[in-house]
Structure formats: structure tokens, C-alpha cells
T-cell receptor, first 115, second 116 residues
Framework: KQEVTQIPAALSVPEGENLVLNCSFTDSAIYNLQWFRQDPGKGLTSLLLIQSSQREQTSGRLNASLDKSSGRSTLYIAASQPGDSATYLCAVKIDYTGANSKLTFGKGITLSVRP | DAGITQSPRHKVTETGTPVTLRCHQTENHRYMYWYRQDPGHGLRLIHYSYGVKDTDKGEVSDGYSVSRSKTEDFLLTLESATSSQTSVYFC???????????????FGPGTRLTVL
């Protein structure tokens, strides 16, 4: 059974710092991995998606990497801002059809960026 | 943003009453999902659908049923609500049609359900 872990559960950093959020998964046979952002009381916003054949994806100040063999992904946030404060979740998909098309989620990392 | 709406957005109900949550999409995506989000558990799949009238169970399906009579609508029903079903419910969609395609999953805004 696929399990996804995100440690630590919470992180507080000063504004301007570059930071890395970690995600690990137990079964390396994944189809893709998605990083989401969730603001308090809100839904999930997809940030980046990495296919299993890719090593990284970039969007603005965000860069996500994937190392399937070691079961790890990282989300790099450059020059953090108070507006980046949110919970960040990673999720993996095993296949593109059937029950394995569901996402298995980590419990998230709650990030606080101090002004 | 993907065109996904959920209704109602908030609901308070009493134990033993039936409740139906609605998810509506305008993207014509094949797959639709219902997840629940609880502190300490994260998001977990309740049921999913891979086409009109085609549904299957997820990992926490007990006490829930679903129906999909049209591509755009996916209904989640709690036949007799219990306090343990107090949660935030999210609908998601994915095309999931082609191997090698992105098959990105998009989420709705959520429904906060409280069962007293």
C-alpha cells in the first residue's frame, strides 16, 4: 500500500529565505506526483505536476523535483514571501485509470513565512 | 481554474438524517472523485466514477453512496448521517483517458459538513 509522508508537519521561516519542502513515498512505481497548496478553509490548488519520466518542473519561484528510485520529491520555494504561508500537500498517483487513478496524499506541511 | 463547483458549501445536519452533496464540472472530464479531509488523516478517497453510471468504492466508502447520471454531475449521499461523517468533503476531476497524458487532478472548493 502506497504511503506518503511529509516531515515536518509545520515550518516557520523569515521572509526572503529559500526553503525546501520534502515528500517521501513508499512505492516507487508511480504515474505522477502533484504538489498542492491549501489556504485555511479553502480548496486545493494544483501547483506543479511531475510525470514519472520527469526529474523536475518549474513554475515561477517554485521548483519541484522527483527521484523515483529513492521515493522522494522536494518542493523548492525561492525568496519566500508572507503570501506563501499555507499548507503544502504532495500526492502520488499510481496509474491513470481505475482505482489507482486516485491520489494518495501526505498530511501536508503548514508553512508560515514571517515578515 | 478548472470549472468545478460544489453545493452546498456548508451544511449542518442532525444524526440520522440523509444528506446529499453535489459536484458539478464544466470540463467534460471522465473521472470524478469524492475525498474527505480530516485532521490527522489527510485526504482519503470515498468513491470515484470513471463514467456515467460507472462508480466504484474508495478506501473509506462505508456509510456513503454515489451516483452519476450525467457526465457533469457526481452526487455523494450519506443515507443516515453520523457524527463521524463530520468532515470537509472535496470533489475532484481528472481526464485520465490517455497513458502518457498529464492526467492532472483538479479539486473543487469543498463542502464543510457538520453532523450534530
Amino acid at each position: 500500500k502506497q504511503e506518503v509522508t511529509q516531515i515536518p508537519a509545520a515550518l516557520s521561516v523569515p521572509e526572503g529565505e529559500n526553503l525546501v519542502l520534502n515528500c517521501s513515498f513508499t512505492d516507487s512505481a508511480i504515474y505522477n506526483l502533484q504538489w498542492f497548496r491549501q489556504d485555511p478553509g479553502k480548496g486545493l490548488t494544483s501547483l506543479l505536476l511531475i510525470q514519472s519520466s520527469q526529474r523536475e518542473q518549474t513554475s515561477g519561484r517554485l521548483n519541484a523535483s522527483l527521484d523515483k528510485s529513492s521515493g522522494r520529491s522536494t518542493l523548492y520555494i525561492a525568496a519566500s514571501q508572507p503570501g506563501d504561508s499555507a499548507t503544502y500537500l504532495c500526492a502520488v498517483k499510481i496509474d491513470y485509470t481505475g482505482a489507482n487513478s486516485k491520489l494518495t496524499f501526505g498530511k501536508g506541511i503548514t508553512l508560515s513565512v514571517r515578515p | 481554474d478548472a470549472g468545478i463547483t460544489q453545493s452546498p458549501r456548508h451544511k449542518v445536519t442532525e444524526t440520522g438524517t440523509p444528506v446529499t452533496l453535489r459536484c458539478h464540472q464544466t470540463e467534460n472530464h471522465r473521472y470524478m472523485y469524492w475525498y474527505r479531509q480530516d485532521p490527522g488523516h489527510g485526504l482519503r478517497l470515498i468513491h470515484y466514477s470513471y463514467g456515467v453510471k460507472d462508480t466504484d468504492k474508495g478506501e473509506v466508502s462505508d456509510g456513503y453512496s454515489v451516483s452519476r447520471s450525467k457526465t457533469e454531475d457526481f452526487l455523494l449521499t450519506l443515507e443516515s448521517a453520523t457524527s463521524s461523517q463530520t468532515s470537509v468533503y472535496f470533489c475532484a476531476i481528472s481526464e485520465s483517458r490517455l497513458a502518457g497524458a498529464l492526467n492532472e487532478q483538479f479539486f473543487g472548493p469543498g463542502t464543510r459538513l457538520t453532523v450534530l
